[in-house]
């Protein structure tokens, strides 16, 4: 039955990544005009809801990228050096509206970085495996939050461990969100109450914690994956990765002059 729905609705990567990018909009625009008092509380709830698919996708797809790209040092390079260079610019921003902490927050090009990282590193021969802990070991230590934390980290890693199975990933994502949103926040808060020090960065926050449950009606669209590239051409490459700090440049910009 699902691959009658796939050949009547195929759904590939070109098609996952503008889903994303909707869904994330939405997410972004309910954030920023929430924290502008211009949206009340049941709206804001429904645009950040919505929202909650755009993450899953985009793990998904980030996966997929890396088990099929031709160089995944060049991959790499390119998530890297978005990620940094979007810091810098929205440090910039903040700092010019009169903003004191910029730290590492929105900015899903870390999170997607160190998630394809743990990928290229369990690929990695003999002991040299081991090293795919790092980026996870990085999340959980780091003083700063970074988008999605171990959570998301760990789900692009996820993905690509099943790479060969849409089932399985969707099992994979349905248990990850059981331990990283209901599991893991009150076994650290315990932890917390008998050790002196506890790390909880790589820990999403507590008020996302509800909202994130969501993510899981991104499993229709995993499931209905047909494995292809999709459109594909050079401006539509780029775009993909312009478009993510130009979109939070402007509604920032936008919401500041409001």
């Known amino acids: 039955m699902i691959n009658d729905i796939k050949n009547r609705f195929p759904f590939s990567a070109f098609t996952l990544k503008m889903v994303a990018l909707i869904t994330m909009v939405i997410d972004h625009f309910g ?14 709830d429904i645009l950040r809801q919505i929202g909650r698919i755009s993450f899953v996708l985009f793990a998904f797809t980030v996966a997929e990228s890396f088990v099929h790209t031709s160089n995944k040092e060049k991959y790499l390079s390119r998530l890297l050096l978005f990620g940094i260079g979007i810091e810098v610019v929205y440090y910039l921003i903040n700092i010019a509206m009169g903003y004191q902490d910029s730290g590492v927050g929105i900015n899903i090009f870390i999170t997607l970085f160190l998630g394809a990282l743990t990928c290229y590193l369990f690929e990695l021969k003999g002991w040299k495996k081991l090293l795919f802990l790092f980026p996870l070991l990085f999340i959980v230590f780091t003083p700063k939050y970074i988008e999605y934390g171990f959570y998301g980290v760990g789900m692009i890693f996820l993905f690509y461990l099943f790479k060969d199975s849409s089932f399985w990933k969707v099992v994979a994502l349905v248990i990850w969100n059981f331990l990283c949103l209901n599991v893991m926040p009150p076994l650290f808060i315990h932890l917390q109450e008998i050790f002196t020090y506890v790390p909880t960065n790589g820990l999403m926050p507590a008020n996302m914690l509800i909202y994130q449950q969501l ?33 939070l440049a402007l509604l920032q910009i936008i919401f500041w002059l409001i």
């Open 31 to 44: 954030m920023y005009a929430y924290s502008y008092a211009l949206i009340d509380d049941p709206t804001n």
């Open 215 to 247: 993510s899981i009606l991104a499993i229709p669209f995993i499931l209905l994956y047909n494995g292809k590239r999709g459109y594909a051409s050079k401006f539509m490459k780029w775009f993909f990765y312009f478009f993510y700090p130009l979109h």
